[in-house]
């Protein structure tokens, strides 16, 4: 008889108390392993109240700074999904896995793309938008 694998803990809190605004302000972005713990409108409302101005010399408005959590939340969504499609394809030995996690990456990268046009737009190189559109659509 084999014995049974012990429970998984349950994950701890990041840093208990403390919001996304604060975290945003006091680090000038939230760390991957800490935004996978906060909601997201949390964490989009907080990228809004960060003057980016001050910051990064770029001041994005509300929709752009939308379409840079879109993208960020792509990257990693995607890159997340390639890791454990990946992972299951090699246990499995799957090809058509393996090529499906790396469709998974491909997308992380146009994600990365399309964040790059956004911000590269708002900082006055405004050919890098419609650029980064067409490479996306490759």
Do not use: F
């Amino acid at each position: 008889a084999t014995a049974a694998a012990p429970a998984a803990a349950a994950p701890a809190a990041v840093l208990p108390g403390t919001d996304a605004a604060t975290l945003v302000a006091a680090a000038g972005a939230v760390p991957l392993p800490s935004a996978a713990h906060l909601p997201a409108a949390e964490l989009v409302e907080a990228a809004r109240q960060l003057d980016a101005s001050e910051a990064w010399g770029v001041a994005l408005s509300g929709s752009q700074w939308g379409a840079v959590a879109a993208a960020a939340g792509g990257v990693l969504a995607k890159e997340v999904l390639y890791r454990e499609t990946h992972r299951i394809g090699i246990d499995t030995r799957s090809p058509t896995l393996i090529a499906n996690a790396w469709h998974h990456r491909s997308d992380a990268l146009s994600s990365v793309v399309a964040g790059v046009g956004v911000v590269g737009g708002a900082m006055g190189a405004t050919a890098l938008d419609p650029l980064a559109g067409l490479v996306v659509a490759g």
